[in-house]
């Protein structure tokens, strides 16, 4: 049985990632890129859930196939191998419909934690961070904070860093989130999780796509900026 490496705590949701890197060749020039273009990596990160689902459902359907895990109904009664049980937060179906999954993780006889999936332009989910601690914001409307260590933000058209350049918002300013697509699935959720990246459609300042790796959900930027390299 794969075991899951422990969590933080509910509590720690949209706060912080355990891993850093994973985001390839995708630092952020002072003027122009914001991000690698939206090409679709799965590396095995990926699970195949029905587009057509529910998406709350179909974030908890991937999660457990990734985790090779069971549902919270199984967890104690049908669980002979004691897999982690994987649940759907109750309180973020609205953030499932716009493209950010928020599960909890327990295992049967120990403690509990959470995790992000986060839906693809495809419609199926992949991981997207998890650990300890992880900067990456989960609640949609949300604001998040600009942390690029003072190059500023582009924000594009469109979820690409080939898209048009709307604006570059600076940086520490808050900008509010409203939908996710993830285009970079990290790796699953082990020993060691590496996180993914995606865009965040904004709505203000300025209505655009900002790329996940440069927004935080936390108030500062001290810890991204602790755990992403400029």
């Known amino acids: 049985m794969r075991k899951l490496f422990l969590l933080g705590a509910l509590a720690f949701v949209g706060a912080a990632t355990i891993a850093c890197g994973g985001g390839g060749d995708d630092a952020q020039p002072s003027s122009t890129s914001s991000g690698p273009a939206g090409a679709i990596i799965t590396s095995g ?7 057509s689902e529910d998406p709350a459902e179909a974030a908890l359907a991937a ?23 994987v649940s759907i937060d109750p309180n973020s179906r609205e953030v499932a419909s716009r493209g950010i999954g928020v599960l909890g993780v327990q295992a049967p006889r120990g403690s509990g934690g959470a995790l992000l999936m986060g839906r693809e332009p495809d419609g199926n989910w992949a991981y997207y961070a998890g650990g300890q601690q992880y900067y990456q914001a989960s609640k949609l409307p949300g604001d998040m904070t600009v942390c690029t260590q003072g190059t500023g ?12 350049l709307v604006r ?14 993830l285009t970079q699935p990290g790796t699953p959720p082990t020993a060691s999780p590496v996180p993914g990246y995606g865009w965040y459609r904004i709505s203000a300042p300025v209505e655009g796509w900002v790329y996940s ?15 992403e390299t400029p």
């Not at 990160?45 to 587009?51: E, R, V």
């Not at 985790?67 to 009664?77: F, K, M, N, R, Y």
């Not at 570059?168 to 697509?181: C, L, M």
């Open 45 to 51: 990160a990926s699970s195949s859930a029905s587009p």
């Open 153 to 164: 933000l582009n924000v594009r058209a469109n979820p690409s860093a080939d898209a048009e």
């Open 213 to 227: 790796k440069y927004v935080s959900g936390l108030a500062d930027c001290s810890l991204h900026d602790g755990l």
């Open 168 to 181: 570059t918002v600076e940086d520490n300013s808050t900008v509010t989130g409203e939908e996710f697509v």
């Open 63 to 85: 999660a457990m196939e990734l985790l090779e895990g069971v549902s919270e109904a199984d967890c104690t009664t049908n669980n002979p191998e004691e897999k982690e049980c």
